[in-house]
């Protein structure tokens, strides 16, 4: 959803017999209390039939959409993209590649931005700890992230964990979906806050011989 809820921007997955058709971003704008028909974005490629484009996040300002997609023109598997909001147009831009800093030759889905600006997603190519494993990249400069960091456990465990978002009122409270053992069923929802830092620890450690 867009800052004053009236917009939501959703994934759908067409299904047809005998025809492969990718996954597109659809938008939809409120009307009353009820929602106008769903349009596609417009991301895809001329002929990207069979392209799947999906996982739209925003921005905190609106402009920048992150989504997923296996669209030509990325490192493998399915690549973070952004595009940004055309206002003269009124439209979604040229999507481009977020780099190899964030993906990688396996699949990088279901991003979130998180208000201070920092990038969550989940990956198979950067080193985890079984499945899709969720990740933190610093905000780096204008549409640009690093410092790749795994969350580690809890959040994370040996199966499928993805989907994070923080809420917007509290952002050290958050949802994200995982398949790890002991659920209710395959994927399930899970909830999570960040605990307070009581303290840090640091040590040095010299070397007996030279005390440096």
Same mark, same amino acid.
């Given at each position: 959803f867009n800052r004053k809820m009236n917009v939501m921007y959703f994934t759908r997955c067409p299904r047809e017999k005998?025809?492969?058709?990718?996954?597109?971003?659809?938008?939809?704008q409120q009307q009353g209390s009820n929602w106008k028909a769903a349009t596609s974005v417009g991301l895809k490629p001329d002929g990207g039939d069979t392209i799947t484009v999906g996982h739209p996040c925003l921005s905190a300002d609106?402009?920048?959409?992150?989504?997923?997609?296996?669209?030509? @023109?990325?490192?493998?598997?399915?690549? #973070?993209? /952004?595009? &940004?909001?055309?206002r003269k147009e009124k439209k979604w831009g040229p999507p481009s590649?977020?780099?190899e800093v964030i993906n990688t030759q396996g699949d990088e889905m279901?991003?979130?931005?998180?208000?201070?600006?920092?990038?969550?997603?989940?990956?198979? @190519?950067?080193l985890g700890m079984g499945g #899709?494993? /969720?990740? &933190?990249?610093?905000?780096?400069?204008?549409?640009?992230?690093?410092?790749?960091?795994?969350?580690?456990?809890?959040?994370?465990?040996?199966?499928?964990?993805?989907?994070?978002m923080f809420d917007r009122g509290d952002t050290e409270k958050g949802f994200f979906t995982s398949s790890r053992?002991?659920?209710k069923g395959h994927d399930d929802?899970?909830?999570?806050?960040?605990?307070?830092?009581?303290?840090?620890?640091?040590?040095?450690?010299?070397?007996?011989?030279?005390?440096e």
């Open positions: 005998k025809h492969n058709i990718g996954c597109d971003i659809m938008t939809a609106d402009q920048i959409m992150i989504f997923a997609s296996d669209m030509p @023109g990325g490192y493998g598997g399915k690549d #973070l993209w /952004m595009t &940004k909001w055309e590649n977020l780099g279901f991003p979130h931005l998180k208000a201070d600006g920092s990038l969550y997603f989940s990956s198979t @190519g950067h #899709l494993d /969720m990740f &933190k990249a610093q905000k780096a400069g204008e549409n640009r992230w690093e410092n790749i960091e795994n969350l580690g456990y809890p959040l994370n465990s040996s199966e499928h964990d993805f989907g994070i053992l002991n659920g929802i899970y909830s999570f806050k960040v605990p307070q830092i009581m303290f840090t620890w640091e040590i040095e450690v010299k070397n007996k011989a030279t005390f």
